[in-house]
């Protein structure tokens, strides 16, 4: 016997009933987009290694330690499984052009792929819902977008998740600040943990967004950078701070929040809660408008997010909020073999009325018992056993036969049911 093959660890497969879970939060996704007249586009799980060498920064976390990078061995080309999905839908945009009759508002759903340590809510291949919309300059479209994730949590019935918001200026700004940081820093180099010190003159920026608590004194009496923000950074943080005010949308501005990728500038903003422990964020983004121009295209200004749905659906599981699984309406009991033909023929008119029928299937044994059939029945969760024995259908009928209770809480007669009528029942069963 050949030795068992397993999935690559933090890679996993998903079955009934929480690939059912999946289904529905992504039908919730996809309704709630189209509300907001965002737009699905589709780009390819590979990307060659240097757009996000070049978009993400070469000296963050995800392009040094995480991205499963290999060469192509038939031509040598270097590519990588993409880690986040921005770069790649900007470099979408920019290759066929999609700008050139005005800004787009898109969302993507799907797998991301990086190398790290697999835990709670955090896998080496996991998934993420965005929305981007490019050529939009001006906050409004931030407000939108942080409406739009706000407006998801509600369609998802979640509590417990805030948002948190700060503006990272623009990269003139941020320079300032990033010679003001270091300076602070090197004051106090005997307090830096190994991380910090890594980082310190490569990405100073996130040693501000360090989990270790021996260092949080030190990073809140650092250099602030919105002290360093012009008149117009300013601005565009005011007005979305009062276009969040005007619909009701609560925040609280998070100087530390300076987001782990490069290509950001302006609003960023993150949602997160006390639920999952130590992997609050559940959805995060901001404002790219360089991002275009840095991987060779023209210039566009750029804002989105994006959230992962492995969080998402066990915040759902925690706050008792995932749904039902899905049952069939009609559970199909053949007796004899001899029937099969004319039960599938008998149940494709019924499922394109819309009704839900499993039909119950021969094993290696053959088919079941009918105390077995019936048993399955049950179990299934469907309303209807139809029973297409041989007396019944040698009468031109089907016998219906009620699984569960009605309002009373009791269960009704089985009835015999015209073959002829059973479309009707099933349009009247549906409405």
Partial sequence: ??????????????????????????AKVRDL????????????????????????????????????????????????????ATAGVVRAVQ????????PKRLYYLGPMFRHERPQRGRYRQFHQVGAEALGFAGPDVDAELIALAADLWAELDLSDIRLELNSLGQPHERLAHRQALIAYLEQHLDRLDEDARRRLYSNPLRVLDTKNPDMQALVEAAPKLIDHLGAASLAHFDALRALLDAQGIGYRINPRLVRGLDYYNLSVFEFVTDTLGAQGTVCAGGRYDGLLEQIGGKAAPAVGWALGMERILELLK???????????????????????????????????AGLAVQM??????GLSSMKAQFKKADASGARYALVFG???????????????????????EQTLLPLAEVGQWAERLRA
């Fill in 1 to 26: 016997m050949a030795e068992p093959l397993r999935a690559v660890k933090g890679m996993n497969d998903i079955f009934a009933p929480a690939s059912g879970h999946w289904e529905w939060l992504e």
């Fill in 390 to 412: 041989a007396s019944e259908l040698a009468a031109g009928q089907v016998a219906v036969k009620p699984l569960r209770a009605d309002g009373l809480g009791s269960i009704r």
């Fill in 318 to 352: 925690v706050q008792g909020k995932l749904p039902p699984m899905p049952v069939p309406d009609c559970y199909a009991v053949v007796p004899q073999p001899e029937a099969m033909a004319q039960v599938l023929a008998l149940l494709r008119p019924l499922r394109a």
């Fill in 33 to 84: 987009m189209a509300r907001y007249a965002y737009r699905n586009v589709r780009t390819p799980i590979v990307e060659p290694t240097a757009l996000f060498v070049r978009g993400l920064g070469e000296v963050t976390d995800i392009v040094e330690k995480e991205m499963y990078s290999f060469e192509d061995r038939l031509n040598g080309e270097q590519l990588t499984l993409r880690p986040e």
């Fill in 95 to 102: 290759e066929h052009n999609q700008l050139y009759d005005g």
């Fill in 360 to 365: 119950h299937g021969a094993g290696p044994e």
